[in-house]
């Protein structure tokens, strides 16, 4: 069975543009989650959706967004790019989004900032 | 999300078990302990986790204490591709903005030597 899938793999953008990530989860899972990992750290929360719908939301500015399409397939948005939006966009997916429930990862996509 | 503790390195010999510590003092009744690892460019792999029993899966074992506030994840037999960062991960019931939060400290960096 297919894992999480995340495309494109790497992407090169300048200061100000804006970029888009897609997110395909593990088919049957209805939850998908957002995180970013920065160099060096462990992956911060961004945004988790469950049935389209956004239910949790991390320490991120506005220039972050997302959505979820109805095959459960996620988008996130980043717009006025800056450098420290550099770094390893993470997507997990899981079958509710609920505690007990594991969430399972892509391998990211590397966005990098000149 | 309550803390949690871990020695950043440790080193174990192939073959050997693998004992990965972690404290979790402030734990709270109802939050799973969560172990995930993350090898170099990839994404986090989900190993197992726990309420208040042991639990064993093909990967690991996770030893849960019985007043919680600490676990230990246990390899059985290590080898060089189970060097990796492991995170050990305290994750609240959903609810809020929290929803779905998984909150990722630095981890310790697990080395298997030959």
């Known amino acids: 069975d297919a894992g999480v899938t995340q495309s494109p793999t790497h992407l090169i953008k300048t200061r100000g543009q804006h970029v888009t990530l897609r997110c395909s989860p593990i088919?049957?899972?209805?939850?998908v989650s957002w995180y970013q990992q920065v160099l060096g750290q462990g992956p911060q929360f961004i945004f988790q959706y469950y049935e389209k719908e956004e239910r949790g939301r991390g320490n991120f500015p506005d220039r972050f967004s997302a959505r979820q399409f109805p095959n459960y397939s996620s988008e996130l948005n980043v717009n006025a790019l800056l450098l420290g939006d550099s770094a390893l966009y993470l997507c997990?997916?899981?079958?509710?989004?609920?505690?007990?429930?594991?969430?399972?990862f892509g391998d990211g996509t590397r966005l990098s900032i000149l | 999300d309550a803390k949690t503790t871990q020695p950043p390195s440790m080193d174990c010999a192939e073959g050997r078990a693998a004992n990965l510590p972690c404290n979790h003092s402030?734990?709270?009744?109802?939050?799973?302990v969560y172990w995930y690892r993350q090898i170099h460019s990839q994404g986090p792999q989900y190993i197992i986790h726990g309420l208040k029993n042991n639990e064993t899966n093909e990967m690991a074992s996770l030893i849960i204490t019985e007043d919680r506030k600490s676990s230990t994840l246990i390899l059985p037999h290590a080898t060089l591709r189970d060097t990796a960062v492991y995170y050990c991960?305290?994750?609240?019931?959903?609810?809020?903005?929290?929803?779905?939060?998984?909150?990722f400290g630095q981890g310790t960096i697990l080395t298997v030597h030959p």
């Open positions: 991960i305290v994750r609240a019931p959903s609810g809020g903005t929290s929803y779905g939060k998984l909150t």
């Open positions: 402030t734990i709270s009744g109802n939050e799973y």
């Open positions: 088919s049957g899972h209805k939850s």
């Open positions: 997990a997916s899981s079958l509710d989004g609920r505690q007990n429930q594991p969430q399972h």
